[in-house]
């Protein structure tokens, strides 16, 4: 992929998306703020908003440097989450064993293997979110 050089007000105006998610790590229980297309930019927060906030001066002084030293700098993704379309369809991969043990449980919980398999990923979802 091939960018177009451009000056650092011009990185700092372009619309990179972002996560916050919950993260823990030794004794400290807070936020991590990242930027999808650049992981190298990200800050922590004990709250959302201090996260977020600190991220635009990670931004700027990871561009800053990234200028500086000639690197290529992408430029914001627009396929990122809100548009990308889902089939609802995966195909995973997983150890024989793996495979057999979730179907005996869905056997013993009288579920199919895809049904046992969503309530799974959804309780290991709200997990990793509280």
Known sequence: MKTKKRTLKEYMEMD???????????SFNGYRAFLIDLPAVESIGITPEEAL???????????????EKGLVIPEPETYFLPTMKYSGRITLRIPKTLHRQA????????V?????????????????NS
């Open 16 to 26: 990179y998306p972002f996560i916050v998610a919950p993260f823990h790590e030794d």
């Open 103 to 110: 179907a005996e449980r869905a056997l013993l919980d009288g």
């Open 53 to 67: 906030a600190d991220l635009n001066n990670a931004k700027k002084e990871w561009l800053a440097f990234a200028i």
């Open 112 to 128: 199919s293997l895809n049904s046992y398999l969503n309530e799974a990923i959804q309780r290991g979802m709200i997990r990793a």
